[in-house]
């Protein structure tokens, strides 16, 4: 029996730790946002119209496993990058405007790739930007 509590001590020790050092692997990582000041301004003020379910289905297929299924920033390749992903429920990021959502996910910027070549369809574009939009709280 206290073979059995020592080792569920022991689990959950060892699980705490785990959390606290992913924490702090996010925590060390720079903050996404320098690509603002290099955005053509015509991005600014672009809009356009989405379909969610579309742009659920392409966030899956291409953002997920950087940006989580939740888009905060928790996919299974964010730990191992230099700039935390974002998280696309918060409130800055839900400030910046439609074109502005639109520039980085074709453009993309240092360590977030450019999708221009992946995601060719305008539609689609503007998809990702309504699912990305979907993920507020």
């Known amino acids: 029996m206290k073979t059995s509590k020592m080792l569920r001590i022991t689990t959950i020790t060892m699980l705490m730790l785990l959390f606290v050092a992913a924490g702090s ?4 990582q720079k903050q ?27 966030y899956i297929k291409h ?34 405007s439609d074109g502005e959502l639109y520039y980085i996910t074709v453009i993309g910027y240092e360590e977030m790739p450019a999708y221009e070549k992946k995601v060719t369809d305008d539609e689609d574009r503007w998809a990702l930007v309504a699912y990305m939009r979907s993920l507020k709280k």
């Open 25 to 28: 692997v996010f925590a060390q």
């Open 32 to 58: 996404p946002g320098g690509w603002k000041a290099n955005m053509p301004a015509k991005y600014k003020t672009m809009k356009g119209k989405g379909d969610v379910a579309a742009g659920k289905e392409l």
């Open 63 to 96: 953002c997920k496993s950087c940006h989580g299924p939740k888009g905060l920033g928790d996919g299974p390749k964010a730990a191992s990058m230099k700039t935390f992903p974002g998280d696309f429920s918060g409130s800055k990021f839900q400030s910046y």
